[in-house]
């Protein structure tokens, strides 16, 4: 009985819960006094009335369900358009009974043609509004994950195959007339092929009249559409005047603008969003306020999630979908496929990083979200082939072979029997601090070097050897986004990862304070190209000494530090080598992905096993040692190697 009880108290907003997948009979039931009358005013037996009208009307209840006539006017409250429909259908049934049919018609002939005038009418009212539902509005699952597709199936038959137990709504903006376009094809569900069959038998112009009559566009001779307006007509001026006070203001549907203006305003009151500054989300220049996209996105999908918002959007397209569909938003519509943002430099931005680009969208009114609007700043707004300079390169994986000596090691540093190193050609041939994350990291070494930052509190080297960069603080205030620093540097693979947690990309270590730290650790040859993360403990060039166990002790110290080096890289050249030999055979199933190629690791493990002795922990430590050259990472739910692909011509001779 509190059940109960509850379900009478009022709420505000009264549709936040939603419109119940109520089965269509109850909802006959619910207009049992129309059908009665609709009963006595049909021209027809009982099996044509069972078969032919209910029938549809019962086809009309599924399509359409608990859904509202309009937003704002008449019938606007949850099962309007039913029983808008059900009185425009009566009403017009009505008024047909007492026009006469055209031309002089024997009595056998009027019997045949009468039953079936009344029907045509009374479907050409029932199905005079039924192209709203795929026109004006959007109809989703509780999570806005589900969507009915009104074209595809009814909306009962939706909720039902995808278990929803309520749905809601979303009005479409410039709907005006266009559902007449589509109500014939949607009708025609409704009616019934056997029953247009029928009707048809009573003569060449019934048929014609009630398609015309659905579709707006009535013939000088057709006297269906005049019953169905004039019913239409009346149906609407009774329900604003019995029920229009009482619902006054009252809508039935989301919101939806008012809800996603009002989580970005909130997202500026609280801090998050901040405005022209380095790291912010808005930007306010030349005129325009742009909001930095996806990340702008991630973050409103984050408070709709929280907050459980019902019937919204949940994930940054869709919820950019729904920006530039209210007008909310604009995007670029000089670019028909691909990213359809805005490429935007801050000059603030771009004094410090030349090749800055921020993607973004633009809203429509600065005063939407902030009032008083901020003072604009200057910036460039990047064309497409700004865009194309600016997008970071990504350079081509290379295998050094004997053939081709590593650039970057002078001959006397080369060792006769081994084969030239990987690591040692890294920075030369593969690494350039390029793209927006490559000037992020140089502006980040400029200020270390010249003092502005403190490389004590930003910069730690671990026990391993590998630099570490304090995470987020090093890298504030260059620009980026967060998220886009890491995507960055784990796609150009700059970053020492976990082989066993590969996706986490910051760590928490303990740094040489003694304090915890959370960190990206980058590749060593990353931090020299920024010539910051040397250890103070190296040694300064020293003349040679003249004490010869000192110098035997050192070249001691350097051959094992090299021995182990290359023992690692021989092994990495020895599994790519193995790998590619059982591509080769067909033993190996491979994907290939741009100048790579990812291997699953089940299949690749027993033949690196065999061949080469080595244990899945040894082969998985090796993974990242070199990454651009040998990698493992899961790729969708499949572990996977990833190798460089070899070159079709001149094929160096493989160990």
């Known amino acids: 009985m509190q059940e109960e009880n509850d379900e009478e108290i009022p709420r505000y907003p009264p549709f936040m819960k939603g419109l119940p997948a109520t089965d269509p009979a109850k909802l006959i039931e619910t207009q049992r006094e129309l059908v009665d009358q609709i009963r006595e005013?049909?021209?027809?037996?009982?099996?044509?009335?069972?078969?032919?009208?209910?029938?549809?009307l019962r086809r009309f209840a599924c399509y359409a369900h608990l859904l509202p006539a309009s937003q704002t006017h008449h019938h606007r409250g949850a099962g309007g358009l039913l029983r808008h429909t059900a009185e425009v259908a009566l009403w017009s049934l009505q008024s047909g009974s007492r026009v006469l049919l055209p031309g002089e018609q024997a009595p056998r002939r009027r019997r045949e043609l009468e039953p079936r005038w009344h029907l045509a009418v009374f479907l050409s009212a029932l199905c005079h509004d039924v192209g709203k539902p795929v026109t004006d509005l959007v109809v989703t699952s509780r999570d806005g994950g589900k969507i009915?597709?009104?074209?595809?199936?009814?909306?009962?038959?939706?909720?039902?195959?995808?278990?929803?137990?309520?749905?809601?709504?979303?009005?479409?903006?410039?709907?005006?007339?266009?559902?007449?376009?589509?109500?014939?094809?949607?009708?025609?569900?409704?009616?019934?092929k056997n029953v247009i069959a029928w009707i048809s038998e009573g003569g060449n112009e019934l048929v014609?009249?009630?398609?015309?009559?659905?579709?707006?566009?009535?013939?000088?001779?057709?006297?269906?559409?005049?019953?169905?307006?004039?019913?239409?007509?009346?149906?609407v001026e009774r329900d604003l005047r019995s029920l229009g006070v009482a619902f006054a203001d009252y809508e039935i549907g989301l919101p939806v603008e008012r809800f996603l203006v009002d989580i970005m305003r909130r997202l500026v009151r609280d801090g998050t969003w901040r405005i022209n500054d380095p790291g912010s989300r808005l930007?306010?220049?030349?005129?325009?306020?742009?909001?930095?996209?996806p990340i702008a996105g991630e973050e409103i999908a984050a408070v709709i999630n929280q907050e459980?918002?019902?019937?919204?959007?949940?994930?940054?397209?869709?919820?950019?979908?729904?920006?530039?569909?209210?007008?909310?938003?604009?995007?670029?519509?000089?670019?028909?496929?691909?990213?359809?943002?805005?490429?935007?430099?801050?000059?603030?931005?771009?004094?410090?990083?030349?090749?800055?680009?921020?993607t973004a969208i633009r809203l429509r009114d600065t005063a939407m979200i902030i009032d008083p609007a901020p003072p604009s700043v200057h910036g460039k707004v990047l064309d497409l082939e700004d865009q194309v300079k600016a997008q970071p390169v990504i350079h081509e994986p290379k295998l050094p072979t004997a053939a081709e000596p590593p650039v970057s090691s002078p001959p006397s540093q080369k060792t006769p029997d081994k084969p030239e190193k990987v690591i040692a050609s890294m920075p030369a041939q593969i690494l350039q601090l390029d793209g927006p994350v490559g000037d992020a990291l140089k502006a980040l070494a400029e200020d270390i070097q010249s003092a502005k930052k403190p490389a004590a509190s930003l910069v730690h080297i671990d026990s391993s050897g590998v630099p570490c960069l304090k995470w987020p603080d090093a890298l504030k205030g260059y620009g980026m986004e967060s998220k886009a620093i890491l995507d960055e540097l784990s796609h150009r693979n700059w970053l020492v990862?976990?082989?066993?947690?590969?996706?986490?990309?910051?760590?928490?270590?303990?740094?040489?304070?003694?304090?915890?730290?959370?960190?990206?650790?980058?590749?060593?040859?990353?931090?020299?190209?920024?010539?910051i993360g040397k250890q103070k403990s190296d040694p300064a060039p020293?003349?040679?000494?003249?004490?010869?166990?000192?110098?035997?002790?050192?070249?001691?110290?350097?051959?094992?530090?090299?021995?182990?080096?290359?023992?690692?890289?021989?092994?990495?050249?020895?599994?790519?080598?193995?790998?590619?030999?059982?591509?080769?055979?067909?033993?190996?199933?491979?994907?290939?992905d741009g100048n790579f190629v990812w291997i699953p690791s089940r299949k690749a493990e027993p033949l690196l096993i065999e061949k080469l002795t080595l244990t899945r922990m040894k082969i998985m430590r090796l993974s990242g040692v070199v990454p651009d050259v040998f990698i493992s990472q899961n790729r969708g739910k499949t572990h996977c190697y990833r190798i460089p692909t070899l070159p079709l011509t001149n094929k160096a001779p493989e160990r």
């Not at 930007?283 to 996209?293: E, K, P, R, T, V």
């Not at 976990?498 to 740094?511: A, C, N, Q």
């Open 41 to 56: 005013a049909a021209f027809a037996t009982s099996e044509v009335f069972e078969q032919f009208y209910l029938e549809s």
């Open 148 to 192: 009915w597709n009104p074209y595809a199936e009814d909306l009962y038959a939706w909720a039902n195959r995808h278990g929803v137990d309520r749905y809601f709504l979303q009005w479409r903006e410039n709907r005006g007339k266009k559902h007449t376009v589509v109500s014939p094809l949607i009708a025609e569900r409704i009616v019934g």
């Open 208 to 235: 014609p009249w009630m398609l015309e009559t659905i579709n707006g566009h009535p013939s000088t001779e057709n006297p269906i559409h005049d019953l169905v307006i004039r019913s239409d007509q009346a149906s």
């Open 283 to 293: 930007w306010h220049m030349d005129g325009h306020l742009y909001l930095i996209w």
């Open 308 to 358: 459980k918002i019902p019937g919204m959007p949940r994930t940054p397209n869709s919820i950019l979908e729904m920006l530039v569909d209210r007008k909310l938003a604009n995007i670029r519509e000089d670019q028909v496929e691909g990213n359809r943002c805005w490429g935007i430099a801050p000059a603030v931005l771009a004094e410090r990083i030349p090749n800055i680009r921020l």
């Open 497 to 531: 990862l976990d082989p066993m947690s590969p996706f986490r990309k910051v760590v928490e270590i303990e740094s040489g304070s003694g304090g915890k730290w959370k960190v990206i650790r980058l590749q060593p040859a990353v931090m020299q190209l920024m010539g």
């Open 542 to 592: 020293q003349p040679a000494p003249s004490s010869k166990p000192a110098q035997q002790q050192q070249s001691s110290q350097v051959v094992t530090e090299k021995a182990g080096e290359d023992t690692r890289l021989e092994v990495i050249q020895s599994i790519i080598a193995t790998l590619r030999e059982g591509m080769r055979e067909g033993i190996l199933p491979s994907e290939p």
